[in-house]
Nanobody, 123 residues
Framework: VQLQASGGGLVQPGGSLRLSCTAS????????IGWIRQSPGKEREGVSC??????FYADSVKGRFTISKDNSMNIVHLQMNDLQPEDTAVYYC???????????????????WGKGTLVTVSS
């Protein structure tokens, strides 16, 4: 499974970015694709996930981030609005069988990861 993340960058507080995760055809075996981030000095945390059955958002991003999937292109987008300095992190695209794996500490069980893309929110 190959997952390619893109779209990171430097943005001012209150700004927006859109991350994209392009999945290989073999990723079709995994219904859930989403994002996990790691901020400096902190453990990784699940951010958002989308599957055929559900979507997941961490409480810290609800109302600000929106996840969507282009099934024809097998690309998952994460629209991030009203970004804040605490959103600064490396964002990893990951895939698994259900979005449950993106909540709590279950991310530790995910086996399919892409390289991360850095998001920096700073004035």
């Amino acid at each position: 499974v190959q997952l390619q993340a893109s779209g990171g960058g430097l943005v001012q507080p209150g700004g927006s970015l859109r991350l994209s995760c392009t999945a290989s055809e073999s990723a079709a075996h995994y219904d859930a694709i989403g994002w996990i981030r790691q901020s400096p000095g902190k453990e990784r945390e699940g951010v958002s996930c989308i599957s055929s059955r559900s979507t997941f958002y961490a409480d810290s991003v609800k109302g600000r981030f929106t996840i969507s999937k282009d099934n024809s292109m097998n690309i998952v987008h994460l629209q991030m609005n009203d970004l804040q300095p605490e959103d600064t992190a490396v964002y990893y695209c990951a895939a698994d069988v259900r979005c449950t794996y993106f909540s709590g500490d279950y991310w530790k069980l995910i086996n399919n990861w892409g390289k991360g893309t850095l998001v920096t929110v700073s004035s």
